[in-house]
């Protein structure tokens, strides 16, 4: 049978029983997270139509004004989630705090917490360039059936049991793992099916491409700097070449395929970059782990990162291998 016959639904079925806590709750909770993409693919994909173009003129707890998209990603997601009772606790970039989710049947007590970016790489949503939503799950640590506590949510990164991303671009794909390797399934418009496309996707070991936003350059801390200029270098392979879209799941997904680095440092206007670690840099750091990828803030492993706030943000530098220890040597170097 070729492969693309497979549907997301069926993969996620046939996979469950890998899943070392499988009781068909976490398959739910998929499975959900595919209705809200679905949702929200078509508000995106008509989004020049209706009026959800443009700021929603409210400030998210990040000081950043919200897209009208933003907002409605974030109540569809929110919505389907609490709909399917299958989780006790969501947290969202356009939320200053989580949203506890008390399950009405006393007999089924939610067990997984959900952390979300809505829309990822809302500067690009007017300009008609590719977004996405990114999602990452825990199991809670609290005792089930009681309200879930922060305590739930600030888990390192290697908690995780599941992370991916929706990316709306060219195709709409929703990519994601369980922690057994990571798989890509693009949306069929026409039926609403998302089928598999890219089964077992891997980071090629070094790339050339790199992902980050010059403009900031003079900004950078010197190692960066240095690693700039090495990958403009003639030399070897090099130069290589830049890209850079601006949204987080569309610079990952390109890099993922081809083989690149995606960098978003920390710097004398932002002291500690500008990715949040809870909903952008773990879910994504476990996709590029399972893909033989690497990520990293510069010094250590950001799945190692115990977390002390539901916003924090850390310096990201992700992607294949080499080209993370590479810009590691540069910035341990200084
Ligand atoms: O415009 P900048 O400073 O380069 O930042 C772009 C980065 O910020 C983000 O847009 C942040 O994500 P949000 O759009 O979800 O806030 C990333 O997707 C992207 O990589
Ligand atoms: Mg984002
Ligand atoms: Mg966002």
Do not use: W
């Amino acid at each position: 049978m070729d492969l693309r016959n497979r549907t997301l639904g069926e993969f996620i079925i046939e996979n469950q029983s890998s899943f070392k806590y499988s009781t068909g709750e976490l398959s739910k909770l998929i499975n959900a997270i595919r209705l809200a993409a679905k949702v929200v693919n078509h508000e995106v994909n008509k989004a020049g139509l209706v009026d959800i173009l443009g700021a929603s003129g409210d400030i998210n707890v990040q000081g950043e004004g919200q897209q009208k998209l933003d907002v409605l990603a974030n109540e569809k997601f929110i919505q389907t989630l609490k709909n399917r009772e299958i989780v006790c606790g969501i947290a969202s970039e356009e939320e200053e705090g989580f949203i506890t989710i008390n399950s009405n049947d006393k007999n089924h007590q939610n067990k997984y917490v959900v952390l979300i970016d809505p829309l990822d790489g809302s500067s690009n949503i007017d300009v008609n360039v590719s977004v996405g939503t990114i999602f990452s799950i825990y199991r809670r640590i609290t005792p089930v059936g009681t309200p879930v506590t922060m305590e739930d949510f600030l888990q390192p990164g290697i908690n995780q049991v599941a992370a991916g991303y929706i990316i709306y671009g060219t195709s709409t794909m929703l990519v994601y793992t369980t922690g057994d390797g990571v798989n890509g399934f693009t949306l069929n418009p026409a039926i609403g099916t998302f089928y598999l496309s890219h089964p077992d996707m891997k980071f090629p070991e070094t790339g050339r491409i790199y992902s980050i936003n010059e403009g900031n350059y003079v900004h950078f801390p010197q190692g960066v700097k240095n690693y700039i200029k090495y990958c403009q270098k003639e030399e070897d392979d090099r130069p290589y070449t830049s890209r850079y879209i601006g949204s987080l799941v569309s610079d990952f997904h390109r890099n993922m395929i081809k083989g690149g680095i995606y960098m978003y440092p920390k710097s004398s206007i932002a002291s500690n970059g500008k990715l949040r670690l809870l909903y952008e840099c773990n879910p994504v750091a476990f996709l590029a782990e399972q893909a033989n990828g690497k990520a990293t803030d510069g010094h250590g492993r950001i799945l190692e990162i115990k977390p002390s706030e539901l916003h924090q943000r850390v310096p990201f530098f992700c992607g294949s291998k080499k080209m993370v220890d590479k810009v590691m040597e540069f910035i341990a170097e200084q």
